[in-house]
Protein backbone atom coordinates (compact mmCIF):
# COMPACT_ATOMS: atom_id res chain seq x y z
CA UNK A 1 0.00 0.00 0.00
CA UNK A 2 1.69 3.54 -1.04
CA UNK A 3 1.57 5.67 2.01
CA UNK A 4 1.15 8.20 3.22
CA UNK A 5 -2.16 7.29 4.39
CA UNK A 6 -4.50 6.87 7.62
CA UNK A 7 -6.31 3.21 8.29
CA UNK A 8 -8.92 3.52 10.87
CA UNK A 9 -9.66 0.08 12.67
CA UNK A 10 -13.72 -0.86 12.82
CA UNK A 11 -12.54 -3.11 15.49
CA UNK A 12 -11.57 0.10 17.80
CA UNK A 13 -13.92 2.75 17.08
CA UNK A 14 -16.83 0.05 17.88
CA UNK A 15 -15.08 -0.69 21.21
CA UNK A 16 -15.26 3.39 21.95
CA UNK A 17 -19.43 3.07 20.24
CA UNK A 18 -20.22 0.45 22.63
CA UNK A 19 -18.85 2.10 25.70
CA UNK A 20 -21.05 5.57 25.09
CA UNK A 21 -23.51 3.47 24.19
CA UNK A 22 -23.39 1.43 27.81
CA UNK A 23 -23.27 5.12 29.12
CA UNK A 24 -26.81 6.29 27.16
CA UNK A 25 -27.99 3.29 28.06
CA UNK A 26 -27.33 3.40 31.71
CA UNK A 27 -27.73 7.16 32.46
CA UNK A 28 -30.50 7.96 29.95
CA UNK A 29 -28.26 10.23 28.32
CA UNK A 30 -28.15 10.89 24.27
CA UNK A 31 -24.81 11.11 22.56
CA UNK A 32 -23.72 12.56 19.64
CA UNK A 33 -20.91 12.51 17.49
CA UNK A 34 -18.95 15.86 17.03
CA UNK A 35 -17.35 16.27 13.36
CA UNK A 36 -15.40 18.81 14.12
CA UNK A 37 -12.77 15.98 15.63
CA UNK A 38 -13.79 13.24 13.95
CA UNK A 39 -15.32 12.82 10.85
CA UNK A 40 -14.38 9.42 8.37
CA UNK A 41 -17.36 8.85 5.85
CA UNK A 42 -16.51 5.37 6.00
CA UNK A 43 -17.59 4.75 9.65
CA UNK A 44 -20.35 6.71 9.30
CA UNK A 45 -22.80 3.44 9.37
CA UNK A 46 -21.29 1.94 11.99
CA UNK A 47 -21.17 5.11 14.42
CA UNK A 48 -25.02 5.58 13.50
CA UNK A 49 -25.94 2.03 14.80
CA UNK A 50 -24.80 3.26 18.59
CA UNK A 51 -25.00 7.12 18.48
CA UNK A 52 -28.35 9.46 18.38
CA UNK A 53 -26.29 11.73 15.58
CA UNK A 54 -24.11 14.20 14.82
CA UNK A 55 -23.18 17.82 16.19
CA UNK A 56 -22.66 19.88 13.09
CA UNK A 57 -20.63 23.31 13.54
CA UNK A 58 -22.05 25.26 10.67
CA UNK A 59 -23.71 24.30 6.80
CA UNK A 60 -21.08 21.50 5.97
CA UNK A 61 -21.21 19.76 8.74
CA UNK A 62 -24.77 19.69 9.41
CA UNK A 63 -24.99 18.27 5.38
CA UNK A 64 -22.80 16.03 6.10
CA UNK A 65 -24.75 14.76 9.12
CA UNK A 66 -27.55 14.41 7.52
CA UNK A 67 -26.31 12.73 4.27
CA UNK A 68 -23.99 10.31 6.06
CA UNK A 69 -25.72 9.44 9.29
CA UNK A 70 -28.92 10.05 8.65
CA UNK A 71 -29.87 10.28 12.41
CA UNK A 72 -30.34 13.89 14.70
CA UNK A 73 -28.30 17.00 13.71
CA UNK A 74 -27.55 19.49 16.32
CA UNK A 75 -25.99 22.37 15.09
CA UNK A 76 -24.38 25.04 16.85
CA UNK A 77 -21.99 28.25 15.44
CA UNK A 78 -20.62 31.26 16.75
CA UNK A 79 -22.73 33.24 14.16
CA UNK A 80 -24.85 31.70 11.52
CA UNK A 81 -24.86 33.90 8.28
CA UNK A 82 -28.04 34.65 6.73
CA UNK A 83 -27.94 33.06 3.38
CA UNK A 84 -27.13 29.60 4.67
CA UNK A 85 -29.74 29.62 7.84
CA UNK A 86 -32.72 28.13 5.73
CA UNK A 87 -31.17 25.47 4.78
CA UNK A 88 -28.92 24.54 8.20
CA UNK A 89 -33.10 24.88 9.92
CA UNK A 90 -33.95 22.02 7.16
CA UNK A 91 -31.25 19.78 8.19
CA UNK A 92 -31.18 20.45 12.28
CA UNK A 93 -33.22 19.22 15.14
CA UNK A 94 -31.85 21.39 17.17
CA UNK A 95 -30.12 24.82 16.51
CA UNK A 96 -28.25 26.58 19.20
CA UNK A 97 -27.41 30.62 19.22
CA UNK A 98 -24.61 31.77 20.76
CA UNK A 99 -26.10 35.38 21.59
CA UNK A 100 -28.94 36.96 22.61
CA UNK A 101 -28.76 39.30 18.93
CA UNK A 102 -28.48 35.75 17.10
CA UNK A 103 -31.63 34.30 19.28
CA UNK A 104 -33.12 37.52 17.80
CA UNK A 105 -32.70 37.61 14.58
CA UNK A 106 -33.32 33.93 13.73
CA UNK A 107 -35.53 32.61 16.12
CA UNK A 108 -38.81 33.24 13.77
CA UNK A 109 -37.51 31.19 11.07
CA UNK A 110 -36.63 28.28 13.86
CA UNK A 111 -39.71 28.63 15.36
CA UNK A 112 -42.14 28.07 12.13
CA UNK A 113 -39.86 24.76 11.24
CA UNK A 114 -40.37 23.26 14.61
CA UNK A 115 -36.14 23.03 15.20
CA UNK A 116 -36.08 23.40 18.85
CA UNK A 117 -33.55 26.29 19.52
CA UNK A 118 -30.44 26.28 22.38
CA UNK A 119 -28.59 29.42 23.44
CA UNK A 120 -24.30 28.48 24.22
CA UNK A 121 -24.13 29.74 27.86
CA UNK A 122 -20.65 30.16 29.03
CA UNK A 123 -20.09 28.93 32.79
CA UNK A 124 -16.59 30.64 33.25
CA UNK A 125 -15.22 27.86 34.62
CA UNK A 126 -12.95 25.46 32.41
CA UNK A 127 -9.21 23.41 33.79
CA UNK A 128 -8.48 23.49 29.91
CA UNK A 129 -5.09 22.74 30.09
CA UNK A 130 -4.08 24.64 27.05
CA UNK A 131 -5.21 29.04 25.86
CA UNK A 132 -6.07 27.67 22.59
CA UNK A 133 -8.24 25.22 23.54
CA UNK A 134 -10.30 26.61 26.24
CA UNK A 135 -13.68 27.72 25.35
CA UNK A 136 -14.41 29.84 28.69
CA UNK A 137 -10.79 31.59 28.56
CA UNK A 138 -10.39 35.14 28.87
CA UNK A 139 -12.34 37.31 26.16
CA UNK A 140 -14.10 34.02 24.93
CA UNK A 141 -16.61 34.51 22.04
CA UNK A 142 -17.92 31.11 22.67
CA UNK A 143 -20.82 31.35 24.90
CA UNK A 144 -22.88 33.57 27.02
CA UNK A 145 -22.08 34.72 30.07
CA UNK A 146 -23.85 35.49 33.42
CA UNK A 147 -23.20 39.01 32.83
CA UNK A 148 -24.67 39.28 29.28
CA UNK A 149 -27.72 36.96 30.32
CA UNK A 150 -31.03 37.89 29.27
CA UNK A 151 -33.63 36.34 31.19
CA UNK A 152 -36.79 38.55 29.57
CA UNK A 153 -35.67 36.93 26.31
CA UNK A 154 -36.32 33.22 26.75
CA UNK A 155 -39.56 32.42 25.38
CA UNK A 156 -39.12 30.49 22.96
CA UNK A 157 -35.69 28.50 24.59
CA UNK A 158 -36.27 24.99 24.74
CA UNK A 159 -32.41 23.92 26.03
CA UNK A 160 -28.69 24.79 27.02
CA UNK A 161 -25.45 24.04 26.15
CA UNK A 162 -22.19 24.47 27.48
CA UNK A 163 -18.80 23.12 26.08
CA UNK A 164 -16.09 24.40 28.45
CA UNK A 165 -13.85 20.92 28.49
CA UNK A 166 -10.98 19.67 26.56
CA UNK A 167 -10.09 16.06 26.98
CA UNK A 168 -10.79 16.17 30.61
CA UNK A 169 -12.18 13.87 33.12
CA UNK A 170 -15.81 13.24 35.13
CA UNK A 171 -14.18 15.44 38.21
CA UNK A 172 -13.62 18.28 36.08
CA UNK A 173 -16.85 18.15 34.42
CA UNK A 174 -18.37 18.24 37.80
CA UNK A 175 -17.05 21.38 38.63
CA UNK A 176 -18.33 22.72 35.59
CA UNK A 177 -21.96 21.43 36.14
CA UNK A 178 -21.65 22.94 39.53
CA UNK A 179 -21.08 26.31 38.16
CA UNK A 180 -23.47 26.37 35.54
CA UNK A 181 -25.75 25.20 38.04
CA UNK A 182 -24.99 28.06 40.27
CA UNK A 183 -25.35 30.25 37.76
CA UNK A 184 -28.20 29.53 35.63
CA UNK A 185 -29.84 26.71 37.70
CA UNK A 186 -32.91 28.91 37.94
CA UNK A 187 -33.78 28.58 34.41
CA UNK A 188 -33.70 25.10 34.03
CA UNK A 189 -37.12 24.47 34.94
CA UNK A 190 -38.29 25.61 31.54
CA UNK A 191 -36.36 23.70 29.36
CA UNK A 192 -36.58 20.72 27.50
CA UNK A 193 -32.88 19.36 27.01
CA UNK A 194 -29.68 20.51 28.34
CA UNK A 195 -26.23 19.99 26.46
CA UNK A 196 -22.91 19.36 27.96
CA UNK A 197 -20.75 19.52 25.10
CA UNK A 198 -17.61 17.66 24.21
CA UNK A 199 -14.17 17.49 25.47
CA UNK A 200 -14.90 14.46 27.98
CA UNK A 201 -12.02 12.03 27.54
CA UNK A 202 -14.51 9.11 28.32
CA UNK A 203 -12.87 6.59 26.11
CA UNK A 204 -9.72 7.34 27.45
CA UNK A 205 -8.29 4.32 30.06
CA UNK A 206 -8.88 5.84 33.68
CA UNK A 207 -11.84 8.22 32.68
CA UNK A 208 -14.38 7.32 35.59
CA UNK A 209 -17.08 6.14 33.42
CA UNK A 210 -19.17 5.64 36.75
CA UNK A 211 -18.77 8.84 37.83
CA UNK A 212 -20.65 10.45 34.21
CA UNK A 213 -23.49 8.61 34.48
CA UNK A 214 -23.94 9.31 38.29
CA UNK A 215 -23.97 13.00 37.28
CA UNK A 216 -26.11 13.00 34.18
CA UNK A 217 -28.29 10.63 36.27
CA UNK A 218 -28.77 13.17 39.74
CA UNK A 219 -28.88 16.11 36.85
CA UNK A 220 -31.44 14.28 34.71
CA UNK A 221 -33.36 13.88 37.94
CA UNK A 222 -32.85 16.91 39.54
CA UNK A 223 -34.46 18.95 36.60
CA UNK A 224 -36.25 16.69 34.42
CA UNK A 225 -34.57 17.21 31.31
CA UNK A 226 -32.76 15.36 28.56
CA UNK A 227 -28.80 15.44 28.66
CA UNK A 228 -27.27 14.95 25.80
CA UNK A 229 -23.45 14.93 25.50
CA UNK A 230 -20.93 15.58 22.10
CA UNK A 231 -17.69 14.34 22.40
CA UNK A 232 -15.50 13.94 18.83
CA UNK A 233 -12.13 13.06 20.74
CA UNK A 234 -13.65 10.41 22.82
CA UNK A 235 -15.28 8.87 19.43
CA UNK A 236 -12.14 8.37 17.40
CA UNK A 237 -10.20 8.09 20.69
CA UNK A 238 -7.44 5.39 19.60
CA UNK A 239 -9.08 3.93 16.65
CA UNK A 240 -6.04 3.84 14.01
CA UNK A 241 -2.57 4.93 13.01
CA UNK A 242 -0.84 7.61 10.04
CA UNK A 243 1.56 5.43 7.97
CA UNK A 244 4.18 7.08 6.22
CA UNK A 245 7.63 6.32 4.98
CA UNK A 246 11.25 7.49 5.71
CA UNK A 247 12.08 9.05 2.59
CA UNK A 248 16.01 10.01 3.38
CA UNK A 249 18.20 10.20 6.34
CA UNK A 250 20.20 13.19 6.95
CA UNK A 251 22.38 14.43 9.80
CA UNK A 252 23.02 18.02 11.10
CA UNK A 253 24.25 17.28 15.22
CA UNK A 254 21.49 14.29 14.88
CA UNK A 255 20.13 12.01 12.46
CA UNK A 256 16.80 13.35 10.84
CA UNK A 257 14.65 10.67 9.17
CA UNK A 258 12.32 12.72 6.82
CA UNK A 259 8.57 11.26 5.77
CA UNK A 260 6.81 11.48 3.27
CA UNK A 261 3.85 13.28 5.89
CA UNK A 262 4.03 16.41 7.58
CA UNK A 263 3.56 17.57 10.96
CA UNK A 264 1.76 20.81 9.55
CA UNK A 265 -0.33 19.60 7.35
CA UNK A 266 -1.44 16.17 8.65
CA UNK A 267 -0.93 16.22 12.05
CA UNK A 268 -0.77 20.10 13.30
CA UNK A 269 -1.82 19.08 16.60
CA UNK A 270 2.18 18.26 16.91
CA UNK A 271 2.76 21.75 16.40
CA UNK A 272 0.19 23.87 17.96
CA UNK A 273 -1.07 21.62 21.29
CA UNK A 274 2.02 20.71 21.29
CA UNK A 275 1.54 16.94 21.20
CA UNK A 276 3.55 14.18 20.80
CA UNK A 277 2.03 11.27 19.09
CA UNK A 278 3.06 7.69 19.68
CA UNK A 279 5.36 5.80 17.20
CA UNK A 280 4.92 2.04 16.96
CA UNK A 281 8.15 0.28 18.38
CA UNK A 282 9.78 3.88 19.20
CA UNK A 283 10.54 5.30 22.34
CA UNK A 284 11.73 9.19 23.69
CA UNK A 285 14.84 10.37 22.41
CA UNK A 286 17.84 8.51 24.12
CA UNK A 287 15.99 5.79 25.11
CA UNK A 288 16.65 2.99 22.39
CA UNK A 289 19.83 2.52 20.66
CA UNK A 290 19.21 4.65 17.74
CA UNK A 291 17.53 8.48 17.61
CA UNK A 292 16.10 10.39 15.12
CA UNK A 293 13.83 13.39 14.59
CA UNK A 294 11.22 12.44 12.45
CA UNK A 295 10.43 15.26 10.10
CA UNK A 296 7.99 16.22 7.27
CA UNK A 297 8.39 16.83 3.45
CA UNK A 298 7.86 20.35 3.19
CA UNK A 299 10.20 23.40 3.11
CA UNK A 300 8.83 24.51 6.27
CA UNK A 301 11.69 24.69 9.16
CA UNK A 302 9.32 23.28 11.83
CA UNK A 303 7.69 20.98 10.28
CA UNK A 304 8.85 18.99 12.76
CA UNK A 305 7.20 15.53 14.59
CA UNK A 306 9.20 14.73 17.54
CA UNK A 307 12.14 13.15 18.40
CA UNK A 308 12.16 9.43 18.92
CA UNK A 309 14.64 6.27 19.66
CA UNK A 310 14.33 2.60 18.03
CA UNK A 311 15.92 -0.53 18.45
CA UNK A 312 17.47 -0.99 15.21
CA UNK A 313 18.54 1.86 12.70
CA UNK A 314 15.78 3.02 10.60
CA UNK A 315 16.26 2.73 6.65
CA UNK A 316 15.37 4.54 3.82
CA UNK A 317 11.93 3.31 2.91
CA UNK A 318 11.03 1.85 6.01
CA UNK A 319 7.18 2.19 7.60
CA UNK A 320 6.75 4.94 10.54
CA UNK A 321 3.95 4.35 12.18
CA UNK A 322 1.84 6.84 14.42
CA UNK A 323 -0.50 5.71 16.90
CA UNK A 324 -3.84 7.38 17.63
CA UNK A 325 -4.16 9.69 14.34
CA UNK A 326 -7.77 9.50 13.51
CA UNK A 327 -9.37 12.55 15.72
CA UNK A 328 -8.33 16.11 15.15
CA UNK A 329 -5.85 15.17 12.25
CA UNK A 330 -7.98 13.96 8.71
CA UNK A 331 -10.61 16.74 9.52
CA UNK A 332 -7.73 19.52 9.55
CA UNK A 333 -5.45 18.33 6.79
CA UNK A 334 -3.95 20.96 4.40
CA UNK A 335 -2.35 20.27 0.84
CA UNK A 336 0.23 22.57 1.87
CA UNK A 337 3.08 23.13 0.14
CA UNK A 338 1.97 21.02 -2.55
CA UNK A 339 2.24 18.15 -0.06
CA UNK A 340 -0.04 14.70 -0.69
CA UNK A 341 -2.93 14.50 1.47
CA UNK A 342 -2.79 11.11 3.34
CA UNK A 343 -5.69 8.25 1.79
CA UNK A 344 -8.37 7.40 4.09
CA UNK A 345 -8.22 3.48 4.59
CA UNK A 346 -10.34 1.37 6.85
CA UNK A 347 -9.89 -2.03 8.28
CA UNK A 348 -13.27 -3.96 8.75
CA UNK A 349 -13.73 -6.08 11.12
CA UNK A 350 -12.85 -9.42 8.99
CA UNK A 351 -9.56 -8.13 8.70
CA UNK A 352 -10.46 -6.71 4.84
CA UNK A 353 -8.51 -3.42 3.70
CA UNK A 354 -10.75 -0.59 2.04
CA UNK A 355 -9.42 2.22 0.39
CA UNK A 356 -12.07 4.85 1.36
CA UNK A 357 -10.56 8.03 -0.59
CA UNK A 358 -8.11 8.41 -2.20
CA UNK A 359 -6.14 11.89 -3.31
CA UNK A 360 -3.71 13.17 -5.23
CA UNK A 361 -2.64 16.36 -7.65
CA UNK A 362 -6.24 17.72 -7.89
CA UNK A 363 -6.73 18.22 -4.33
CA UNK A 364 -3.97 20.78 -4.48
CA UNK A 365 -5.39 22.09 -7.86
CA UNK A 366 -8.43 22.70 -7.31
CA UNK A 367 -7.53 24.49 -3.74
CA UNK A 368 -5.03 26.75 -5.24
C1 LIG B 1 -14.93 20.73 19.76
C2 LIG B 1 -16.32 20.64 20.22
C3 LIG B 1 -16.85 19.40 20.63
C4 LIG B 1 -16.04 18.14 20.68
O1 LIG B 1 -14.97 18.22 21.56
P1 LIG B 1 -14.02 16.97 21.83
O2 LIG B 1 -12.93 17.54 22.66
O3 LIG B 1 -13.53 16.48 20.52
O4 LIG B 1 -14.83 15.95 22.54
C5 LIG B 1 -18.16 19.37 21.03
N1 LIG B 1 -18.93 20.48 21.04
C6 LIG B 1 -18.45 21.69 20.65
C7 LIG B 1 -19.34 22.86 20.66
C8 LIG B 1 -17.14 21.80 20.23
O5 LIG B 1 -16.66 22.98 19.86
Same mark, same amino acid.
Given at each position: MQTPYYLLEE? =??? !? %???LLDYIQKQSGARILLALKGFAFSGSADLVSKYLQ???ASGLYEAKYAKELFKKEVHTYSPAFKEEEIDEILSLS???????FSQLKKYKKKAKEVKVS????????????? =??? !? %???GVYSRLGITKKNFKDDELADVEGFHFHALCEQGADELEEVIKAFEEKFGEYFKNLKWINFGGGHHITKEGYNVEKLMRLIKEFKQKYDVEVYLEPGEAVGW????LVATVLDIVENGMKIAILDISAEAHMPDTIIMPYRSEVRGAKEAGVLSHTYRLAGNTCLAGDIIGDYSFEEPLKIGDKVLFEDQIHYTIVKNTTFNGIKLPNLLLKRKNGDIEVVKEFGYEEYKRRN
Open positions: E =KLE !Y %NLQGCCNHIVFNSIGLRINPEVSASP =KEI !Y %NPCQSGV
